[in-house]
């Protein structure tokens, strides 16, 4: 083998077969075990690349020319596909996307588990009556731009932090594509500062506009690297002339142009947006976390409650529960339910919609799962526990979640939800070897046209 033991070299021209789909947005190719990641392929398609990168683990290619499509192919509907870092899926079509995203949980787990897919009871991966407008929290970056333009805002360009100009994004639900627009506009129209991340001058970084589901109340967050930016009353008279129910500032100083909650100011209106899901009312402070994408967030609660077992006598756990969306939508599950989070502010709200509702048997604490749980089953909290929900963040549980459930012989249901499918697949282990049986998975697609999956496990104890 030559250059240094790689089958392959950068620049090399070549044609190949795809011949699985990776787990983020690219196809694969081998070279013998030499593995290639190629952006917008499909699985069975046979493309000329062209290598831009051959390290000694993997090399990566770009599409010269398609040499068999797969008929899953579609036109990308959106214009700029070819730049934008989101919708990596959007070149086929509903049924190929379903199929792999019902791969994506059906291989690691069959391989966890040790059985063959088609023995796992693995249903299809439910879909969105349509990708469209799914997304009701919509980020705009900001970057400074030489004049008249003076500020370019949209999404990050694939693979880097450059901004490319979207106005209408085909995801995004169109009253906070709006809202976003709008602000980032005042922003230009008033020449405020941006943030340059290479040098010293503070301003602002991005926008960030939710619409709530039932309600249609729209909120805005500008993130600025400090909290002396100039320009709040020009942006608070837009918010206002927008019907907008609150403007707030998020502090951000860090690399990332994420929104980090750590120091926030509302600027106008109300902290807090009214979300109705499942004929329940959920307030959500704008910094915090919740689901955002309509139909996912609706769907994610009508399967979560299909698996929860009525139970007449005993208290419903929900760990990792959020502000609640699990939690309060299970209320008429149990006569006690309660919420376990990490995230104080989460629970802030969580207890702020409980009483909304006026739901007093919904009860919620605050605490590391991996540290509280142990301590409730030291103290014989868990006896009285007859099922659990638990929603972590993409790792997975930490290992001394699941034995202290599995050591609880009272908990007869454990549903898992997952973003992750091979944390899932991994955890999905543990429970079976702790006596639990897999009776349902239900995957679905969470972000229309990405390789994003959430699933819901259901473990019954044998
Ligand atoms: C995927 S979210 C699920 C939230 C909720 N089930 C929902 O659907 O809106 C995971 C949650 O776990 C919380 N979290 C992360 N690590 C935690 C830990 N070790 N202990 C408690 N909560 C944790 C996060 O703050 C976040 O709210």
């Not at 090399?12 to 983020?24: A, F, K, S, W």
């Not at 540290?371 to 868990?382: E, F, I, K, S, T």
């Not at 290992?399 to 599995?406: E, G, N, Q, R, S």
Request: charged residues 20%.
């Amino acid at each position: 083998m030559n250059h240094n033991d790689r089958p392959v070299f950068s620049g090399q021209r070549m044609v190949v077969e795809i011949d699985g789909q990776g787990d983020g947005p690219d196809g694969i190719a081998h070279v013998g075990d030499y593995v290639i990641f190629v952006a917008g392929v499909w699985i069975g398609e046979r493309v000329e690349i062209e290598l831009t990168k051959a390290t000694r683990k993997y090399g990566r290619g770009r599409i010269v020319d398609l040499v068999r499509r797969s008929p899953h192919r579609v036109r990308p509907p959106c214009p700029v596909f070819e730049r934008c870092g989101g919708c990596t899926w959007q070149f086929v079509d509903e049924v190929a996307r379903g199929q792999r995203l019902r791969e994506r949980v059906a291989a690691p787990l069959s391989y966890a588990l040790g059985q063959p897919a088609d023995r796992l009871p693995i249903r299809a991966a439910a879909m969105p009556p349509t990708p469209r407008h799914q997304r009701t929290k919509v980020a705009l970056m900001l970057e400074a731009a030489p004049p008249p333009l003076y500020v370019r805002y949209g999404l990050y360009e694939r693979g880097s932090q450059r901004v490319v100009p979207v106005e209408t994004c085909l995801v995004a639900d169109p009253s906070a594509e709006a809202a976003a627009c709008a602000i980032a506009e005042t922003i230009r129209a008033e020449r405020l500062p941006i943030f340059d991340p290479r040098g010293s001058l503070d301003g602002y970084r991005a926008v960030v506009a939710r619409a709530a589901p039932g309600t249609g109340e729209r909120h805005v967050v500008v993130v600025a690297s400090s909290a002396e930016v100039p320009g709040r009353a020009a942006l608070v008279k837009r918010a206002e002339s927008l019907g907008l129910t609150g403007l707030s500032l998020d502090v951000n100083d860090h690399p990332s142009a994420l929104l980090n909650g750590q120091q926030s100011e509302v600027w106008m209106g109300m902290s807090r947006q009214r979300q109705v899901i499942g004929g329940v009312t959920y307030l959500s402070s704008p910094g915090g976390f919740f689901q955002t994408s309509a139909w996912g967030a609706s769907h994610l609660v009508e399967v979560v409650r299909e698996s929860v077992p009525r139970i007449e006598q005993g208290v419903l756990l929900d760990l990792y529960c959020g502000a609640g969306l699990l939690t309060l939508a299970l209320a008429d599950r149990a006569p006690t339910v309660v919420g376990l989070e990490g995230n104080p502010a989460a629970i802030a709200d969580a207890e702020a919609s409980a009483k909304v509702n006026q739901l007093d048997h919904v009860v919620f604490e605050i605490g590391a799962v991996e540290r509280v749980l142990p301590a409730w089953a030291a103290r014989g909290r868990l006896q009285n526990v007859k099922a659990v929900v638990l929603d972590p963040p993409r790792g997975g549980c930490l290992p001394d979640v699941l034995p202290v459930l599995i050591g609880a012989p009272s908990i007869r249901t454990v549903v898992y939800v997952s973003c992750d499918p091979v944390a899932f697949a991994r955890d999905a282990r543990v429970l079976v070897d702790g006596g639990f049986g897999l009776v349902d998975v239900r995957p679905f697609d969470m972000f229309p046209m990405t390789s994003h999956v959430e699933v819901v496990g259901v473990f019954q104890r044998a």
